[in-house]
């Protein structure tokens, strides 16, 4: 078998893309209108919303950057990762009841629209609209690069498939997204996700062993070799040093319930009761998913520390050269299949809230109609919005995968939280004071991204612009006169 | 709880504050041909020797010990912003169905583990020595053992006590009057 372990995997993921496609397909059938393409025609039960939830999540970022993370930093990326599971707790306490009243009550199919219903201010629904759209070409561009270095490393090592370019691995991977997308929405995309999340869940229990297994003395022998060569880096803080560490725990936990591809999921459920089983079962899953982060990180790292597997040449290239050397071909074609998964299932996701905010919500803030047919125009902008993404991760830089997935989580963090999960439990939360602090964080994070400012003992830019968007939201709120908001609301608000 | 939730945020941006003028212990300084002297700062990771793509922490009782209480008391202030989103997230009108006294055990734990972690990082920076719990240097398995699993604490709060604490029949049916209400003025 391990003579056709490159062809077992190419078959694999062919398998996938095909099953994606007829999802598509499918779900097309079942999408007649707007309401249907954002919302799934709030209709879908707890396991869907669940897995929908937690693959939406477990990204390229995770499941690609994740394994690369903890073998540059040790444990400092347990902080990262394992903070999310308290993330999905607090999404699920802050805004599991109230999203799904003040959606269905609203009628709202995006989040600006909740925002704007909210705070009943058009600037909340454009500002929101213009942070949604950024973070979603950076952090879409950002799953597609990781979805294209995965097939091409997958091509390359398959002798019968001839080598093909970055662009067209881009290309390719792309279009089968794009197709289940415009077909069905955001059935198709939940629909899938349960699929990705089954497969991501499976792979991640059988790596976690064999990675374990590869090691001599498994995890106690990880840990030894860890820390003969460096007692920091498997302590309490890995690498990075305390600040850092808690300054990603503080972000990410928190940060979840800002991440507009998962709470929006919140809306499509059937009841609010569902979230009874919801939330604790996609926090679950998120939780068993972290084991192939965990498992082929460190293994990775003690590997390498043993002279057992050469040094690679980019921390990011560790869980394919894990699967490509160590595990079994149909684990790895499983698991290589589980990568496009989590790509996949949260570029889909992205490209959903994107073109909701461009069709649907950009419109409603300018006061002008501009897409008569919402549908068609939205199964339009989808393709659009994907071209303009892929542009992006042509020409984005070749920072660490985890580290460019982190920035997208931030820049989402720091600019819904304080709006939506504050903003739909404080009935004092003023519109000025959710505008300000959406457009100040989306400045500042830009600002130290792109200006590569350095922040001391690695403490994450996302925590700073998250701290000063909730330090302003607090205090503008406070300080200006209480808001009158609408008897129903406040109803609504009070159950 | 909004006011300690912004009583909380301030403080934490103000160690952030006082971090960025705190020198990154440790720090080597280079001089160049020319004479140009650059300083690199060391706190937060350096390039591993042998194998470039890997970092290491170095000297953990030289970095970490001149920053351990303010980094500790910002871990603190943000374990309590966590615990208060998650009593304001939980919170009900009335008093018979508030489950602040289940809330309450449950962030004893996280602050207790959290506890843990400092106390045990502060042992293990200062006398280097391996002590395996859990197959993990005892410091590491607080945090996989202690902080990746407490929330399933709260999560049990929120299952057991969910028609008590967070959603029911009467609820549900006081939503949907609302509605109801809603859609006749709307027609």
């Known amino acids: 078998m391990e003579g056709y372990r490159n062809s077992i995997t190419v078959l694999f993921v062919i398998i996938y893309m095909v099953l994606c496609i007829i999802i598509g397909l499918w779900a097309m059938k079942r999408t007649k209108n707007t309401e249907d393409f954002f919302m799934a025609g709030r209709k879908l039960g707890f396991f869907i919303t669940a897995m929908a939830m937690f693959s939406s999540l477990m990204s390229g970022f995770g499941f690609v950057g994740g394994p ?31 999203i799904r009243l003040f959606g269905e009550f609203t009628k709202s199919v995006s989040l600006p629209d909740l925002a704007a219903a909210r705070y009943k201010n058009e600037t909340t629904r454009l500002l929101m609209s213009i942070a949604i759209i950024l973070g979603v070409i950076g952090y879409l561009g950002t799953q597609i690069m990781a979805m294209a270095i995965v097939l091409q490393s997958v091509i390359y090592n398959a002798d019968w498939i001839p080598n093909i370019s970055s662009t067209a691995s881009i290309l390719i991977s792309s279009s089968v997204l794009v197709f289940y997308c415009v077909t069905g929405g955001i059935i198709a995309s939940v629909y899938t996700d349960v699929v990705q999340g089954t497969i991501m869940l499976i792979s991640a229990i059988l790596i976690f062993f064999t990675a374990l297994a590869t090691v001599d003395g498994g995890l106690s022998g990880i840990a030894t070799t860890m820390f003969l060569d460096d007692s920091e880096s498997i302590g309490s803080f890995g690498t990075l040093g305390m600040i850092g560490c808690l300054s990603w725990y503080f972000v990410f936990a928190v940060g979840v319930s800002g991440q507009p591809h998962l709470i929006t999921k919140l809306m499509m459920t059937r009841n ?105 125009w939205s199964r339009i902008m989808t393709i659009i919005l994907a071209a303009v993404a892929i542009i992006f991760a042509l020409y984005s830089s070749k920072e660490m995968v985890a580290l460019l997935g982190a920035f997208g989580f931030s820049t989402f ?83 | 709880m909004p006011k300690l939730l912004s009583i909380i945020s301030f403080f934490l941006l103000l160690i952030v504050g006082v971090f960025l003028f705190i020198e990154e212990q440790p720090n080597r300084s280079i001089t160049d041909e020319l004479g140009n002297t650059t300083t690199i700062y060391e706190g937060h990771g350096i390039i591993h020797d042998t194998h470039p793509s890997m970092l290491i922490g170095g000297p953990g009782k030289q970095r970490s010990r001149p920053i351990f209480f303010l980094a500790s008391l910002f871990g603190i202030l943000g374990f309590l912003f966590i615990i208060t989103t998650i009593f304001y997230g939980m919170r009900t009108k009335s008093p018979a169905r508030n489950p602040r006294k289940w809330l309450f055990y449950c962030s004893i734990v996280v602050v207790f583990t959290f506890f843990g972690v400092l106390y045990f990082y502060w042992n293990y920076i200062n006398n280097i020595e391996l002590v395996l719990f859990g197959s993990l240097p005892i410091s590491a398995s607080w945090v996989v053992y202690g902080i990746w699993f407490t929330p399933i604490l709260f999560s049990l709060v929120y299952i057991f006590g969910f028609e008590q604490f967070i959603w029911n029949k009467n609820d549900e049916e006081q939503f949907k009057n609302l509605l109801k209400k809603k859609n006749k003025v709307d027609q």
Not at chain 1, 286 to 300: E, F
Not at chain 1, 314 to 338: E, M, N, R
Not at chain 1, 441 to 457: A, D, E, K, R
């Open chain 1, 272 to 376: 609010v009761s569902q979230n009874k089983q919801t939330v604790p079962l996609s926090m679950i899953s998120y939780g068993i998913s972290t084991l192939l982060i965990i498992g082929i990180g460190l293994a990775m790292r003690a590997l390498v520390l043993q002279g057992i597997h050469p040094s690679p040449a980019k921390a990011d290239d560790v869980a394919a050269l894990f699967l490509q050397s160590y595990a079994h071909p149909v684990l790895a074609g499983v698991v290589i299949a589980g990568l496009f998964a989590a790509v996949m299932s949260t570029a889909d996701a992205f490209l959903n809230i994107g073109v909701a905010a461009i069709v649907h919500d950009i419109p409603k803030a300018i006061g002008r109609t501009l897409f008569k047919d919402e549908l068609y």
């Open chain 1, 68 to 98: 690369g993370l903890i073998y540059r930093m040790g444990s400092s990326a347990f902080w990262m990762f394992m903070s999310v599971t308290m993330g999905f707790l607090i999404m699920g306490v802050l805004l599991g009841k109230r």
């Open chain 1, 413 to 495: 963090a720091a600019a819904i939280v304080p709006t939506i999960a504050i903003g739909l439990n404080w009935k004092r939360a003023t519109a000025t004071a959710a505008n300000v602090a959406m457009a100040v964080s989306l400045t500042l994070i830009f600002f130290l991204q792109l200006g590569n400012i350095n922040i001391p003992y690695g403490i994450d830019k996302g925590a700073i612009a998250m701290l000063v968007s909730l330090a302003l939201f607090f205090s503008i709120s406070f300080f200006s006169k209480p808001p009158k908001i609408d008897p129903y609301i406040d109803e609504i608000m009070d159950l």
